[in-house]
């Protein structure tokens, strides 16, 4: 059943159920009260009835008197005139006299000649009553007051009482009326059936039966129409919202009136209006995120700089949450302190440049941020509790997740954590939900990614440039520095040295102590050239046992000094080796020659000073080894130590050289 047939019965049974109960309760007390008037009526008429009767026998008493009490020659006229005023209808004398006073003599038993006397009540099998009498007696005389009973006399008996009466008693009712036996008795000697009519009120239960169907009719106009009027409403309301759950967001109800529903209809309405504006907000939000993802994964596949991937993460969290600042921090593997690495949004002490804010430490441990770095777990709050160091961004809530490496089976089942994504004031929010939670451990996930991977690739990059023996850098990372180095000299007007170093004799190791000793002495003699040199200045494997170092800012006097004290470094104490065969010494005594060219003076281009370098080492070699040699065109005042200096040779980057000073 439909809601407006449902609505309908209910109305129905509201509105029938007291109409029908009425008109029973009409009926049923309509009919008491016509029964209770007939029994009442049915009272009356006996009481009037018995009354009536016991006056026409006290009035044939009376007359009776009246005669017997006059002389004898009156008795006549008294009789007959009583007679004429109807006093009697028959007076009877019986005098052994005067037999001549009778008007009519009484003859036989007065019973069986119809005649009841007063002072006697009947029986049951009293025979049919005709006349009522009343009888006085003076001496031997007799009189006998009779009145008849006919029909005249029972319809006045009738008129008094409003009723009809009937001689005798248990007389079959007609139909429509009610009747009371009124047996013979002292006073009513003869026994009479009073009827009235019931006076059943078949008209007015007629009206009755009307006026419900009329109010029934009412009724069911009635139901029809408010329950059409109620159900319309919630009917426009019910495809309305068929309409907005299709994507109709523009579908709007008609409000018909101002009251319960009219007031839905118009909350329906701005909720609409309010979820349109939401759904564009959000559409919009979405497309501007969507817009952040692709810079995103751009950056992300485009660059390896961190410098320009954090800021895109963090713009982009912001953007999805909704945050006023943000913060991203990494540990330092240096100290293992947290290191401010990009901001967004950030006020008071913490609204720094980014070259300032680099600068900003915090310690593993210490505060919300710290301790998120230290634990890996999550920390979202409002600002005002405790737990919060002093020196973090002011805010007034904050949520702050751990930034970590991509699971690593060799490492452990526990993520490392690389640093900290913190975000701040959720714009039009109090605090932060669990949904900006969710999306932030996103955000921070790719940065784990990108942070590892940018950690991954310097370090797939260093041991692509570095020589995995020495530690030293390689020869294809040699051109980059050197190529740099030379611009950088030729634009600040500053010398370059370069040195050119190669082990004497090194087949003779390799071959006499094997080339593990061989790797030995190869290491021990980059982590000499290390200790020997500056911060600044650069060493390098270029092939073999040929090295190369750059002096940046140095002239020829400053490379003749590094030589020589390299030399020696080299020449003075005996790298020590397992022999691995008897007879053979545990310590391997070597020497190194070196070739020494500047920038600019022996050569405009990288190239060309390195070739003037090679070619010194050349002279080294030829001036019988454990020496230096400086190249061609020495500057005035350099020394050039024990060897002739080397003609500078010219062409393009070569090979490393193995096998020199074999």
Not at 23 to 47: C, K, M, N, Q
Not at 141 to 152: K, N
Request: a negative charge.
């Amino acid at each position: 059943m439909t809601l407006r047939g449902r609505l309908t019965s209910a109305f129905l049974v509201v509105v029938l159920g007291p109409v029908l109960l009425g008109s029973i309760f009409v009926a049923v007390t309509v009919g008491a009260v016509s029964r209770e008037r007939t029994t009442e009526r049915l009272d009356h008429a006996a009481t009037t009835v018995s009354v009536a009767v016991g006056a026409i026998c006290r009035q044939l008493q009376a007359s009776a008197d009246a005669v017997a009490v006059v002389p004898a020659g009156e008795r006549r006229a008294v009789a007959d005139q009583l007679v004429r005023r109807g006093l009697a209808t028959e007076i009877s004398v019986t005098d052994p006299e005067h037999s001549g006073l009778a008007r009519s003599a009484v003859t036989g038993d007065p019973a069986e000649s119809g005649r009841q006397d007063c002072a006697t009540p009947g029986t049951a099998t009293t025979p049919h009553v005709a006349t009522l009498a009343a009888s006085a007696y003076d001496q031997e005389v007799t009189v006998i007051a009779g009145q008849r009973v006919d029909a005249a006399l029972l319809d006045r008996l009738g008129a008094a009482a409003g009723v009809t009466v009937a001689l005798g008693a248990g007389l079959p009712a007609a139909a429509g009326t009610a009747h009371r036996d009124l047996p013979a008795e002292p006073g009513r000697p003869m026994a009479l059936t009073v009827t009235v009519p019931t006076g059943e009120p078949t008209g007015r239960y007629l009206i009755l039966l009307l006026i419900v169907l009329v109010t029934a009719l009412v009724a069911v106009i009635a139901a029809r129409w408010l329950a059409r009027s109620t159900t319309r409403p919630l009917g426009d309301l019910a495809w309305a919202a068929d309409r907005v759950a299709n994507g109709d967001l523009d579908t709007r109800v008609p409000i018909p009136r101002p009251d319960e529903l009219g007031r839905l209809a118009g909350t329906f309405n701005r909720m609409t209006r309010e979820l349109q504006s939401y759904v564009q907000a959000l559409t919009a939000s979405r497309d501007q995120l969507r817009r952040h993802l692709a810079i995103l994964g751009d950056t992300l596949s485009s660059t390896h700089d961190l410098d320009r991937i954090l800021p895109v993460i963090l713009r982009t969290a912001m953007t999805a949450t909704g945050a006023r600042a943000g913060l991203i921090l990494l540990l330092d593997p240096a100290d293992g302190r947290l290191a401010a690495r990009c901001g967004a949004g950030l006020t008071g002490a913490w609204d720094l440049s980014p070259a300032e804010l680099s600068q900003r430490r915090l310690s593993p441990g210490r505060g919300v941020l710290g301790r998120v770095a230290a634990t890996g777990t999550p920390l979202r709050g409002r600002a005002q509790e405790e737990g919060r160091a002093p020196d973090e961004p002011a805010c007034d809530s904050y949520l702050a997740v751990p930034i970590c490496a991509p699971p690593d089976e060799e490492v452990g089942p526990e993520p490392s954590v690389l640093g900290v994504l913190a975000l701040y004031d959720r714009l039009g929010e109090p605090s932060f939900e669990d949904a900006d939670l969710r999306t932030l451990r996103t955000f921070a996930g790719q940065a784990g990614v990108a942070v590892h991977n940018v950690r991954v690739h310097e370090e797939a990059q260093r041991l692509s440039l570095t020589d995995p023996l020495t530690g030293l850098w390689n020869y294809r990372y040699l051109r980059e520095v050197l190529r740099r180095e030379v611009e950088r000299a030729s634009r600040f007007g500053r010398m370059l040295t370069v040195l050119v170093l190669d082990l004497d004799h090194f087949k003779e190791v390799n071959d006499t102590y094997g080339h593990t000793a061989g790797d030995q002495v190869l290491g021990e003699f980059a982590r000499r050239i290390r200790i020997g040199l500056r911060e600044v200045d650069v060493a390098f494997r270029q092939g073999g046992e040929e090295f190369v170092v750059l002096l940046p800012e140095t002239d020829a006097y400053g490379g003749v000094i590094v030589a020589e004290r390299l030399g020696a470094a080299v020449r003075e104490w005996p790298v020590p080796v397992d022999p691995r065969r008897p007879g053979l010494d545990d310590r391997i005594s070597i020497s190194v020659s070196i070739g020494i060219a500047v920038f600019p003076e022996h050569g405009a281009t990288a190239q060309e000073v390195l070739d003037a370098a090679d070619e010194a080492l050349y002279a080294a070699k030829n001036a019988g080894r454990d020496t230096y040699r400086l190249a061609e065109r020495v500057s005035p005042g350099v020394s050039e130590g024990h060897l002739d200096a080397a003609t500078a040779t010219t062409g393009g980057p070569q090979p490393p050289r193995h096998g020199r000073g074999r």
